[in-house]
């Protein structure tokens, strides 16, 4: 397989020294990389800002913004028979973002954000894409039936659930907890374990749903 995986946060500048992310750490997606690599795969990784490093046998795309990111697997996604989507997207960046870095004054700031693109949601109609996509889906309430709309929405063939209202799973922690969601309405609970084994049972689900394809 030749994988594109995402990974990591996005950072939208308020101003030159001033940004809105999340508490992605890219741990999650750097594990499915190297599961992927070890598994004698080639990869992709588009990354957003993380303080870990990228496996020197992956091809990485340093990215900081959603819409940097977008572009990154515009440009790669042609290439790959498979697509893993983990990163964690800010959904709306700053309208208008300040040259000068904004002064403290007697008033309140108000920021007005706009939209970010869906990256997973334009695989199948912007990007053109046919191959094996998965998404993941972070949520604090009604973890799977949020995750199944996404699942539906976004054209995936598994969505990877992760309830991240937990603190021992989910964001910057070393272990994870999913359940995957099946196009057949089957699901699967990865039980808690070490993201390196979760990336790994992720990578067999995924290389099963590609032989299943093969004519
Ligand atoms: O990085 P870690 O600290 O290890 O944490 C791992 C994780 C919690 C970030 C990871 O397991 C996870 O759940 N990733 C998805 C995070 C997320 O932003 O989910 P979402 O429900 O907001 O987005 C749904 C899907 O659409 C995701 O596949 C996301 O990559 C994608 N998306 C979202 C918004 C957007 N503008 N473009 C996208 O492609």
Do not use: W
Not at 4 to 27: C, Q
Not at 180 to 192: A, D, N, P
């Amino acid at each position: 397989m030749k994988l594109l995986i995402t990974a990591g946060p996005t950072r939208e500048p308020i101003d030159p020294v001033r940004y809105l992310t999340n508490r992605s750490s890219g741990k999650m997606g750097y594990a499915l990389v190297e599961a992927a690599l070890e598994a004698g795969h080639e990869v992709v990784l588009v990354s957003g800002p993380v303080n870990l490093t990228a496996p020197k046998a992956a091809t990485t795309v340093q990215v900081e913004t959603a819409v940097e990111m977008y572009e990154a697997v515009a440009r790669e996604i042609g290439s790959c028979d498979t697509a893993i989507f983990c990163a964690a997207v800010a959904d709306y960046r700053v309208d208008g973002i300040e040259a000068s870095k904004i002064k403290k004054t007697e008033d309140e700031l108000i920021l007005k954000l706009i939209k970010n693109p869906d990256i997973l949601g334009s695989a199948r109609s912007e990007f053109g894409f046919s191959g094996v996509l998965v998404g993941f889906a972070a949520e604090t309430d009604d973890v799977l039936a949020h995750a199944q709309e996404k699942m539906e929405r976004k054209g995936c063939d598994l969505l990877v659930a992760n309830d991240v209202s937990r603190r021992d799973i989910g964001f910057d922690r070393e272990e994870n907890e999913v359940t995957l969601l099946f196009r057949s309405g089957e699901s699967q609970v990865l039980s808690l374990a070490s993201k390196k084994r979760i990336g790994r049972e992720i990578l067999q689900v995924v290389e099963n749903l590609r032989d299943q394809r093969k004519p």
